[in-house]
């Protein structure tokens, strides 16, 4: 499953830095305002232990993760919306993501100019979401436009989409992202249609090279309008990207020295993982042990179709172990003599860590 997060935020905030250290590669960072223009795009490792204790017990030859596609924009500027800057390119691309980080930066340096000339965290997010409202703004007028010729010309189903569009634009008038709204089911497949950047999933991460109290980003909530609820987590680039370029003894003994237990790209990685609604289900055997990303409320059905479209075709059960249970009871044997090894139909909710052996008709 093909999974998208976008990395934004003003120039000099520190995207690609970030980006380097998640994907531990050496794209240009310099001090200065658009030093990236194309996206730069990296597959990361999705985080998971559980992969490594499951793979020891059917001791696989091969293990296989899940993974997020992270992408580096160029900065955005105020008047974005409006072609300021790199905005349209800026927006294009964004539009192509599941979900946004928003980096705001949070650090001092005298060498890393500011492209408002001071540190303040709220006027940055402040402007990166009006600019994203502003062009949703521009969306939804321009599908109006267009609904609006359909209803003089007869067809009935322009107006209920009309009055959807509406709606849309006056809770973009009042600054609400559409990702805070609640719609119907029906509603919701009609506004996807659209591709706003409201309406995808956003989390706020703070790069500091300072102790930030959690006091001081929940008063940023509250300023940006979208609740105390918010996905952020804080964040130094910068140390993180020192740490990418380690191998694995030295930096594990460098963590352990500066007292990190775990990375925050680890933690960032898992969020935006969550953030996106998914969890994770497993495949495992002597040749491979593999995590396989989901959407959570997922059916045995819509699993087996992820694995391949076969598997789904001719889905017959499902059989499934839960995560502690294969654990515990060291593996499939343990847990079919155990009577947790259970048989589940097409219609079986998914569970996080679930192991599931398809059987199925060719």
Known sequence: MN???????????GKSTLFNALTESSIP??????????????IVQVPDLRLNKISEIVKSNNLIPTYIEFVDIAG???????????????????????AII?????????????????????????????????????????????????IKSGNKEATKWYKLLQELLCQ????????????????????????????????????????????NFKSISVAIGEGLNLNKIKICARLESELAQLDSNDREALMKELGIEESGLSKMIRTAYD??????????????????AIKKNSSAFDAAGIIHTDFQKGFIKAEVISYEDFITLNGEAGAK???????????????DGDIIHFRFNV
């Open 3 to 13: 999974i998208k997060c976008g990395i934004v935020g003003l120039p000099n905030v």
């Open 29 to 42: 960072a310099e001090n200065y305002p658009f030093c990236t223009i194309d996206p730069n795009i990296g």
């Open 76 to 98: 955005l500027v105020s008047g974005a919306s409006e072609g300021e800057g790199l905005g349209n390119k800026f927006l294009s691309h964004i539009r192509e993501t599941d």
């Open 102 to 150: 928003h980096l705001v930066r949070y650090f001092s340096d005298k060498n890393i100019s500011h492209v408002s000339g001071e540190i303040n965290p709220n006027n940055d997010i402040e402007t990166i979401n009006t600019e994203l409202l502003l062009a949703d703004i521009d969306s939804v007028n321009k599908s109006l436009i267009k609904a609006e010729k359909k």
């Open 172 to 215: 973009l008038e009042k600054e609400t992202p559409i990702r805070n709204i609640k719609f119907i089911d029906e509603d919701l497949l009609l506004i996807k249609q659209l591709n706003l950047i409201t309406a995808k999933p956003m989390m706020y991460v703070q790069n500091t090279n300072e102790e930030i109290s959690p006091d």
């Open 275 to 292: 953030l996106l609604g998914l969890q994770t289900f497993y495949t495992a055997g002597p040749k491979e042990t593999k995590a396989w």
């Open 337 to 351: 003599e155990a009577g947790k090894l259970r048989l589940e139909g097409k219609e079986y909710k998914v569970n």
